[in-house]
Every structure is written in C-alpha cells, then in structure tokens.
C-alpha cells in the first residue's frame, strides 16, 4: 500500500486518536512559543483542525509528527505577528514599595505571561530525566526569557534546544537553510544568556526535602504565622502579582506587604496544584461571616537551595481556576 492510499484508509476516528497522541506536546510547544496557557491551548486547536482539514494531502514526506509542528508553528507565528511579548511584572522596571499607593491599576491580560497547569504539558514519562528536562523548559523563568526572542528565533530555539531537532529538520520545518538556523540559534542563545536564569538559581531540592519545605509553607501562610513564613524565604524573595505591575524584593517587604495592604490574606486556605513544573496552590480567602471562602489567587513558587525564592500571585481566578480544576470554594 502506498503512503497516499495509507492516508486514505485512515478513518475519522484513528485521525482523532492519532492527533489526540499529540496534544501535550504540541500544548508545550505552543506554551513556550506564546507564553500563555490558553493562547496554546487555542493554537493547538487550531492545529488540529488545519491538520483534520489537509490530511487527505499529507503526501508522507515527512513525519507525521513534523507535519504537526510544522502548522502548530505557522499558527504560533501567526498569532504573534504585531503582538507584544508576554512579561512578568520584573520586566518592567525596579521593586517598588509594599504600599497600596505604588500598586497601580490593573494592565490587561495580554499583558502578562501566565502559568499553565502541568497535566496539560508535562508528557507522561517514566524517564526521570527526560521529565526533568520537561519541567526545567516549562518554568516560568525560562519560558519568560523565551519571550525576549523575536518569533522565528524563538522557534529555532525551542526546536533546536528543548525538542533536540536537528538543524536540517528546522530548516525543512521552517523553508529556510541549515545556515539560517545555525544563525538564528546563535543569536537566540546570546539573547537567553542575558536573560535567563543562570543555573545556580535552577536547582532543585529532593522530592522528600521539597515536600517538607511546602508543608511548612502552607503551615505558616494558612496560620499567618510571618515569622515562620518568612524563614522559608531568599534573602533576595521576590513577591508579584500580575495583573498588577507592583512587585518587592526582600523579605522585609514580603512581610510589609502581608501584613499591610495583604492583610485580608490571614486565614486563608490553601489548595496544592502544580504549574510549570513547579509547586503551586489555589489560594482562598475568607469571604465575610459563616467561615466561608472565595477564590483569590493562583500561587507559584519558585525554589532555590531550600529557600522560596519568588511567590507569585496570579489574580486572574475567573479563568485561572477552572483550568486547574479547583473549585469555587476549597
């Protein structure tokens, strides 16, 4: 039988599983690529129907999988085109003070590189290294400095250096040479030596230590106990909380923040989830009289040698939440 007959006797329903074996992967892809949960999610839907609608002219000559992430990165690139990149409140400028009056207003959503929970981009694996590898790629440190690169470049890259494509493939994948991607890549990882994180800041603790330190974690914040909160922190912790541009640096400010303009944070609950390959929490506050609770904030953190060294609050529960599947009450 040959390719183009193959490709004819698939049904519709082997089409649907065959392109369904790929939807976390390509969700990754397009994660990094565009930097928001939902945007991927809607480029991989939209891969999948461009590849639903032209698969009857998939002539074979490259794999199937390539095939994907050839339209998976037209869509990427597509959506991108006259767009500014995603940014986490770091990007733009200095720590302020941990006072309501430097807080600001609101910046819209585009505005913001936003998590993604780690079921919809973490393969299923039973190589502790290749998940590894995953997870470190999805971090929101990582995937922040992505957005520094311009489109195309930032596609040699994840190709090249995450998926470990090899420079013809991309130049195929692509329609450019192998010298145009030896070149684009060369720029992008000058770009992403000065803007990712270095190594050191990239290391991880035991399963059974981490385990231990977010038990402590959730311990401390859950009783608003600052003393002991606090001492789980970096020197040099970083607080934010996109939508809003504000963000502290120090655990003097940490506890300011918390006890000042986040005081209505006491009491709260905490919900264990995980995003970007790192540790996170539903948080809900306490919601008037009766005990009850209201969804506040999507908590990440970011570990470093034992210490949190970034919590960031994302705000943006009305949408947050639900693709995290938490509950409107905990």
Known sequence: MTQVEATQAVTAQDLDARLEQHRVELTAYCYRMLGSAFEAEDAVQETLVRAWRAFDRFEGRAAFRSWLYRIATNVCLDMLTGRERRARPMDFGGPGAPDLEHLGTERAEA???????DDRVVPETSD???LAASRETLRLAFVAALQHLPPRQRAVLILREVLRWKAAEVAELLDTSVASVNSALQ????????TAPQQSDQL????EDQRELLARYVDAFERYDMDSLVALLHEDATLSMPPYALWLRGKADFRSWLLGPGHGCRGSKLVPVAANGLPAFGQYRPSGPGGSFQPFALQVLEISDGRIVSFNAFLDTDRLFPMFGLAATP
Request: a negative charge.
């Open 111 to 117: 505005t913001w590189l936003q998590p993604i929970p």
């Open 128 to 130: 502790p290294a290749e």
């Open 187 to 194: 720029r992008a990882r000058a770009t992403l030596d000065e």
């Open 204 to 207: 991880e603790l035991a399963d």
